[in-house]
C-alpha cells in the first residue's frame, strides 16, 4: 500500500468517525481533501452520498450516479434504497426485499429495515434491537434519535433515556435536549380530561389555516391554530402578553428555547400548566413566547388533547373532540361520504400514503401551512419538472420553483397547480422523511378526522 492510499484511508476514517457523531462540517472537510487526491474513490463517493442525502442537499443525485458509475453496487444499491425511504416512495419496501437478500449482513439495510419495522409500530421489538442496528449504521446516534421522536408517541420517560444515548454518542446537547426538563415535567403530571362524549369547541378562521378557540376557567379565550407540522405532541402560544394571561402556574423558563423562520432570534419558551373549560382539561401543559405570529394566539398538535379524536369542519365551521364511542357513530353514520386514509405518526407528525402522478408515496400533513409543497430530492423520482414562479411573503413577491401534478389521497384526485419546491428536508434522519406536505389548500376542502384510536385520516368527501 502506497503512501497516498494509506492517506486516503486515514482521511475517510476521520469522515465516517466524524459522521457517527453528527460533526458533519468536520467530515465534509476531510471528505474534501480526499477528493482532491482521489476523486473517484468509491468510499468517498458513498460518504458524500450519506452527507447530501442526509442533509437534504440538491447535488445529491449527481453523487449517487457517480456512486452507480463506479461499479460498487453494494454501495449504490445502499443508497437508492435510503433514498426511496427518506423520500417515502413505497417501493422501498420491494427494494428492501431484493437487497436484503443480496446483502444480508448489510448493517446499513438492517437499519432501513429497522426503521420501516418503527414506521409499523413495532416499537418494542425495535427497542430491544437498537443496540445491535446503532453498530451496523453509520449513524451511531441515529437509532437512538428516531426512537427518541417516537416515544413522545409512547413513553415520556423513555424519550429522555433515548435522548441520554444520542448525547453520549455525539458528545454534546443536541437539540433535543431543551426538552429534557418539560419531558421530565409531563412525564409526572396526570392531566385530567373532563370531555364527555362529543365536545364543540369554536371554529376559527387563521390566515389560510383553522382552528379553534380554547377557553380558560376564568373565561379568557386563546385562538389556537392546528398545526400538524407542530410536533413533540405540543401547543405553543405566540404572544407572551396571553400566555401570561391565561390562568395558572408557569412550571418551567427555557432561555432562547424556541426560534421560527419568521423571529429575528430565538425566544425564552415559558411552560405553563393550566386548567381550561372549554376543552375541559386540567394540568394541561403547553408552552408560550413573545413572537410576531399573526395568524392566531398560537397553534398546536392535534395530538394534545390525549384520547380524543379531533373532528374539524371548514365547510361547515365544527369543531369536534370525539371518544371513542362517538367517533364510531360519526364513523357508522356517515360511512358513505367518508374515506379513510391510514397513517404514519413521527414525532407527532402525520403521513400519508399518496399518489403523485401514479407514484405510490407518502405526504406529511401541514395544516401550519398553506400549500403543496415538494422538496427538491424529490422530483426526478416522481417525473416532476419544476418551472420558475414566484410568491408573496411579507408583502413582497419572491422567486420560487413551482410544480403541477395530479395529487390523489385515498379516492380523492386533486390537480396541483404551482405546487412549491423546497430546498429544505424537515427530516428526522432517515426513515422519517417525505416527499412533500400537503397544506390547507387541500385540507380546508373537507371536513377531516383526526383518529388516534385508529391511525387514520377520515375524509368527508360528500
Given at each position: 500500500m502506497s503512501y497516498g492510499q494509506a492517506e486516503t484511508d486515514a482521511l475517510i476514517d476521520h469522515a465516517r468517525y466524524e459522521i457517527a457523531k453528527q460533526h458533519f462540517s468536520n467530515a465534509g472537510n476531510y471528505l474534501n481533501e480526499v477528493e482532491r487526491i482521489d476523486s473517484l474513490n468509491p468510499k468517498l463517493l458513498y460518504l458524500h452520498s450519506e452527507m447530501k442525502l442526509i442533509l437534504g442537499k440538491e447535488d445529491?443525485?449527481?453523487y449517487l450516479e457517480k456512486l452507480r458509475n463506479a461499479g460498487v453496487d453494494e454501495l449504490y444499491h445502499v443508497m437508492k434504497l435510503k433514498h426511496a425511504v427518506f423520500i417515502g416512495l413505497s417501493e422501498s419496501e420491494n427494494l428492501l426485499e431484493m437487497y436484503f437478500e443480496n446483502y444480508p449482513e448489510n448493517g446499513e439495510i438492517k437499519y432501513?429495515?429497522?426503521l420501516l419495522e418503527l414506521d409499523k409500530g413495532n416499537y418494542e421489538i425495535c427497542r430491544k434491537s437498537v443496540?445491535?442496528?446503532?453498530?451496523?449504521t453509520i449513524f451511531k446516534y441515529a437509532p437512538y434519535l428516531a426512537l427518541f421522536n417516537v416515544s413522545w408517541d409512547k413513553n415520556y420517560k423513555n424519550a429522555i433515556v433515548y435522548m441520554d444515548s444520542v448525547e453520549q454518542i455525539i458528545g454534546r446537547a443536541f437539540y433535543g435536549s431543551k426538552y429534557r426538563e418539560i419531558l421530565t415535567i409531563?412525564?409526572?403530571t396526570e392531566v385530567i380530561d373532563?370531555?364527555?362524549?362529543k365536545s364543540a369547541l369554536p371554529f376559527?378562521?387563521?390566515g389560510s389555516g383553522v382552528g379553534f378557540y380554547m377557553i380558560d376557567e376564568k373565561g379568557d379565550s386563546l385562538k389556537i391554530e392546528l398545526d400538524t407540522g407542530t410536533g413533540y405532541n405540543m401547543m405553543t402560544v405566540h404572544d407572551k402578553i396571553h400566555g401570561e394571561r391565561v390562568s395558572g402556574t408557569d412550571v418551567l423558563?427555557?432561555?432562547?428555547?424556541i426560534s421560527y423562520n419568521y423571529m429575528d432570534k430565538p425566544a425564552d419558551l415559558y411552560y405553563k400548566k393550566s386548567s381550561f373549560s372549554i376543552p375541559a382539561y386540567e394540568n394541561f401543559i403547553f408552552g408560550y413566547f413573545d413572537s410576531q405570529f399573526s395568524k392566531a394566539d398560537g397553534c398546536t398538535s392535534p395530538f394534545v388533547f390525549r384520547n380524543r379524536a379531533l373532528h374539524i369542519d371548514p365547510i361547515n365551521e365544527k369543531v369536534y373532540l370525539f371518544d371513542r364511542e362517538n367517533l364510531e357513530k360519526y364513523i357508522t353514520d356517515n360511512k358513505d361520504k367518508i374515506e379513510r386514509v391510514p397513517y404514519v405518526i413521527r414525532n407527532g407528525w402525520v403521513f400519508v400514503p399518496c399518489k403523485i402522478n401514479d407514484t405510490e408515496v407518502l405526504m406529511h400533513i401541514e395544516t401550519g401551512s398553506r400549500d403543496?409543497?415538494?422538496?427538491?430530492?424529490?422530483?426526478a423520482a416522481l417525473g416532476l419538472e419544476s418551472y420558475p414562479g414566484s410568491i408573496e411573503w411579507k408583502g413582497q413577491d419572491f422567486p420560487v420553483d413551482k410544480v403541477d401534478c395530479m395529487l390523489e389521497v385515498g379516492r380523492i384526485k386533486y390537480e396541483v397547480k404551482g405546487g412549491l419546491v423546497s430546498d429544505t428536508v424537515p427530516n428526522w434522519f432517515y426513515g422519517l422523511a417525505a416527499a412533500g406536505d400537503i397544506g390547507p389548500v387541500f385540507m380546508n376542502n373537507f371536513a377531516f378526522t383526526i383518529d388516534v384510536f385508529n391511525q387514520q385520516l377520515i375524509f368527508n368527501i360528500n
Open positions: 445529491f443525485p449527481k432501513v429495515q429497522w443496540d445491535e442496528i446503532s453498530n451496523g409531563i412525564s409526572n373532563h370531555n364527555k362524549g376559527a378562521w387563521c423558563v427555557v432561555e432562547n428555547g403543496v409543497n415538494f422538496n427538491a430530492l424529490s422530483l
